[in-house]
């Protein structure tokens, strides 16, 4: 059963990978005008209470690395400021995207299509097939993260380390989560911001788990070592 799930895990995130080259045209698009700027007229700006809401909502999936021995306050100093002049970007003043603009801005260039659009809190705001496939992905790590959080805390005055529940089918279900959601704001907002920060945000989780697992082997020799070779990484 935990090997069919191992491998049903496996499927669906190939899947997921796969959906962008299904939809090559409009994702081509939405990198496009991000990255070159030709977005500049059609995003939200000065809207600063959504860029506090969404600091202090992502800031909390900051809270699960508290409960790991090896995280430190740099890196969550990093992921920190990654979150907010992301989100300052987004909702407030658009600074990577006015830089790429003055440079990069092609006049009468075809805008990918919203599949969605809504208001929330005033703003209207709408996601073409990128930004949507983005927020799937982010809601995807979001629920990694939140359940490691769980299978954490309920192990957490058990002996030994953490090998049950969501641990049992991958030794970093909640590092898989923070690449899914660094992955996902990539999609969505394909920037200068998110360009520069998002292999090194993806390495920092791949360091921060191979080091805690040094410690691991170190603290728990043949059980982790045996638990090690039977469960996947990442996935």
Same mark, same amino acid.
């Given at each position: %059963?935990?090997?069919?799930?191992?491998?049903?895990?496996?499927?669906?995130?190939?899947?997921?990978?796969?959906?962008? =080259?299904?939809?090559?045209?409009?994702?081509?698009?939405?990198?496009?005008?991000?990255?070159?700027?030709?977005?500049?007229?059609?995003? &939200?700006?000065?809207?600063?209470?959504? &860029?506090?809401?969404?600091?202090? &909502?992502? @800031?909390?999936?900051? *809270?699960?690395?508290?409960?790991?021995?090896?995280?430190?306050?740099?890196?969550?100093?990093?992921?920190?400021?990654?979150?907010?002049?992301?989100?300052?970007? %987004?909702?407030?003043?658009?600074?990577? *995207?006015?830089?790429?603009?003055?440079?990069?801005? /092609?006049?009468?260039?075809?805008?990918?299509?919203?599949?969605?659009? =809504?208001? =929330? %809190?005033?703003?209207?705001?709408?996601?073409?097939?990128?930004?949507?496939? @983005?927020? /799937? &992905?982010?809601?995807?790590?979001?629920?990694?993260?939140?359940?490691?959080?769980?299978?954490?805390?309920?192990?957490?005055?058990?002996?030994?380390?953490?090998?049950?529940? *969501?641990?049992?089918?991958?030794?970093?279900?909640?590092?898989?989560?923070?690449?899914?959601?660094?992955?996902?704001?990539? =999609?969505?907002?394909?920037?200068?911001?998110?360009?520069?920060?998002?292999?090194?945000?993806?390495?920092?989780? *791949?360091?921060?788990?191979?080091?805690?697992?040094?410690?691991?082997?170190?603290?728990?020799?043949?059980?982790?070592?045996?638990?090690?070779?039977?469960?996947?990484?990442?996935?």
């Amino acid at each position: %059963m935990r090997t069919w799930i191992i491998g049903i895990n496996r499927l669906l995130l190939a899947v997921l990978a796969a959906v962008p =080259f299904l939809f090559l045209k409009p994702f081509y698009l939405h990198f496009h005008v991000y990255l070159t700027g030709t977005v500049i007229n059609g995003i &939200v700006t000065d809207a600063w209470h959504l &860029v506090l809401i969404s600091i202090v &909502v992502f @800031g909390l999936f900051l *809270i699960p690395l508290t409960y790991r021995k090896r995280a430190k306050w740099v890196d969550y100093g990093l992921v920190g400021a990654f979150f907010v002049s992301l989100f300052i970007e %987004m909702f407030g003043i658009p600074l990577t *995207i006015l830089f790429a603009s003055k440079f990069l801005f /092609v006049p009468g260039t075809e805008m990918p299509e919203h599949v969605i659009a =809504f208001k =929330f %809190m005033g703003v209207s705001l709408g996601m073409d097939h990128a930004m949507t496939y @983005g927020f /799937v &992905v982010m809601l995807i790590g979001m629920a990694l993260i939140v359940a490691g959080w769980v299978s954490l805390y309920t192990q957490v005055r058990q002996p030994g380390f953490a090998g049950k529940g *969501i641990y049992q089918y991958a030794r970093h279900p909640q590092y898989l989560g923070f690449v899914l959601l660094v992955i996902g704001w990539f =999609f969505g907002w394909p920037t200068i911001l998110t360009l520069i920060f998002s292999p090194i945000l993806v390495y920092k989780y *791949i360091k921060a788990a191979r080091s805690e697992e040094a410690d691991m082997l170190r603290l728990h020799g043949e059980t982790y070592a045996a638990y090690r070779k039977s469960t996947p990484f990442l996935v």
